[in-house]
């Protein structure tokens, strides 16, 4: 039985802010890790995913409309001696809060967090107010989160970072990470309308330094837009920010674009950016501006209108694009005997397909259709003894590097977009 699943929800909350402190006065990015690796451990199932985003610096419950004038107003002149206050009890709190809607709600929310504040030690309730506003600062990003997690769950951190990406942030997976480790991590797979968090760029001291890290690079210009990934299934297509909101009322202007596309299923990933009637760019504030347009977004439409450009694919119908790099790098040294093409589309069925038809990856190796049926094969001289010596070579060559660099991968494959 795992040991996790019987553990009482009773982690206090001055327990987290103490890691939190230890956390922000680390300048050793594996003190941090191992600080909040500990803490991870000690947590209860129901109390993993608050634990894990209280240590990213943000609530479940987003801010609901808790600021600085609401937490003003919310906090007592007294606070606890001792240390009471629970996680879930912290959670439950704020998730009250985010509820509170209609007449009398800013009362409602300040009257909760007034009470959830008297119950907090002085540390408890400075740290809540920097939780709840988003100035939490104590260094641990979402890499170090996501270091965290893999050494608390005794996976690799690659795991843990693949999971995250495609399964919506490391909060998301956090749980199934510490309670069934990679094998739990392995079932996460790119899906309609679970937005892909996005792959940015990493800093560098200067241009030596970002080219010492590259085998190859490009200098171009870059227009500064808003980052956005499409999704769409039919009709319904929806837009995301890179935080994985839901933007899609924002930009109509885009979702008409989308659904002329002849592809039934897309995931696209891409900026959105204001143009002037000139092609030139409106400054960036401008188009976040736009972007982010709740009311008259018709005619901001009109004077603003929003341009959308796509550097990648994820997903086209049916196809496994995000799988190709990997095929095209094992097949990159057989392009000399005539492998050189690597191909998502449907090309027949063969042994592969009831894999395939379970969410299992699978692949198949065809020769060029030409060759294939104007030789013996599918005729009545289709046997062993017509077998071409050098195709076989060429095959059985093919064939045994790809099982031997599949049983060498130490990531799964990624799996096909779930309808």
């Known amino acids: 039985m795992n040991e996790r699943a019987i553990v009482a929800p009773s982690t206090l909350l001055a327990d987290l802010v103490d890691t939190s402190q230890r956390v922000g006065a680390q300048a050793s990015r594996r003190a941090k890790i191992t600080a909040i690796a ?11 995913e608050i634990g894990v985003s209280y240590l990213a610096g943000f609530t479940r419950q987003g801010r ?37 809607s209609g007449p009398g709600s800013v009362a409602a929310r300040t009257r909760l967090l007034s009470r959830l504040f008297e119950r907090a030690t002085a540390g408890e309730q400075h740290f809540l107010e920097r939780l709840l506003i988003g100035e939490l600062r104590q260094g641990a990003l979402e890499g170090i989160m996501i270091e965290a997690v893999a050494a608390a769950a005794g996976v690799p951190a ?11 942030g490391i909060v998301a997976i956090a749980d199934r990470a510490l309670r069934r480790g990679e094998t739990g991590l392995a079932e996460y797979a790119i899906a309609l309308f679970q937005p892909v968090a996005p ?25 500064d837009g808003a980052r956005v990934q499409v999704h769409k299934n039919g009709n319904d297509v929806r837009i995301y920010t890179r935080t994985g909101n839901d933007v899609t009322a924002a930009a109509p202007e885009i979702v008409a674009v989308i659904r002329q596309a002849s592809a039934r299923t897309l995931i696209l990933d891409g900026e959105a950016i204001a143009l002037k009637q000139n092609g030139a760019p409106y400054p960036f504030q401008d188009t976040m501006r736009r972007f982010g347009r709740e009311l008259d977004v018709d005619a901001m439409r009109a004077t603003m209108p929003l341009s959308v450009f796509f550097f990648d694919c994820l ?13 095209e790098a094992w097949l990159a040294p057989f392009h ?16 592969h397909i009831s894999f395939d038809r379970i969410g299992l990856p699978g692949f198949q190796f065809i020769q060029d259709r030409l060759d294939y049926f104007t030789n013996v094969h599918h005729s009545h001289l289709d046997t062993w003894d017509h077998a071409e010596p050098e195709d076989l070579k060429q095959a059985a060559a093919i064939v045994a590097s790809f099982a031997y660099n599949a049983a060498m991968r130490e990531q799964p494959f990624p799996r096909k977009v779930e309808p």
């Open 38 to 48: 500990d803490l991870l451990r000690k947590l209860a199932p129901p109390e993993i």
């Open 64 to 100: 609901s409309g808790v600021g600085y004038a609401l937490i003003g107003d919310a906090r007592p002149a007294a606070h606890a001696q001792r240390p009471n206050l629970t996680l879930i009890e912290v959670d439950a709190t704020l998730a009250e809060i985010a509820a509170s």
């Open 158 to 168: 690659d795991a843990v970072r693949r999971a995250a990406k495609i399964g919506g």
């Open 199 to 223: 792959m940015l760029a990493q800093p560098a001291d200067d241009i030596v330094d970002a080219m010492t890290r590259l085998p190859m690079a490009a200098v171009e210009w870059k227009l």
């Open 315 to 327: 997903s086209r119908d049916d196809e496994n694009l995000a799988a190709m790099p990997i095929f």
């Open 336 to 351: 000399d005997v005539g492998a050189t093409t690597v191909a998502t589309r449907n090309t027949g069925s063969t042994d």
